[in-house]
Nanobody
Framework: VQLVESGGGLVQPGGSLRLSCAAS????????MSWYRQAPGKERESVAT????????NIADTVKGRFTISRDNAKNTVYLQMNSLAPEDTAVYYC?????????????WGQGTQVTVSS
């Protein structure tokens, strides 16, 4: 199983980034995919979740209206579109996969990609 994030980087406040997470080694369309983030000195927090078929999503209140999660099951990839970025969005962003929504945490994790929002 492998989850590989990409798309992070340095962006100015108000800017946008799109993160990608390419999955392999499991039946991607059967898994709930999530994006998490962890800022320095803080706990990892859930940012967005999408069900296997992509029908249902859940976005954290802290990023609602600015971030969008989507997936392309043909490409085994999940995306996080981040708009109107603010310095408090600076964190390492991780994607995670879990077989069922009821699972508290993902079974599989990527290595993370750094997002830095700064002028």
């Amino acid at each position: 199983v492998q989850l590989v994030e990409s798309g992070g980087g340095l962006v100015q406040p108000g800017g946008s980034l799109r993160l990608s997470c390419a999955a392999s080694g499991f039946t991607f369309s059967s898994y709930v995919m999530s994006w998490y983030r962890q800022a320095p000195g803080k706990e990892r927090e859930s940012v967005a979740t999408i069900t296997g078929a992509g029908i249902s999503t859940n976005i954290a209140d802290t990023v609602k209206g600015r971030f969008t999660i989507s997936r392309d099951n043909a490409k085994n990839t999940v995306y996080l579109q981040m708009n109107s970025l603010a310095p408090e969005d600076t964190a390492v962003y991780y994607c995670g996969a879990k077989r069922f929504s009821s699972y508290f945490t993902p079974q599989y994790w990527g290595q993370g990609t750094q997002v830095t929002v700064s002028s």
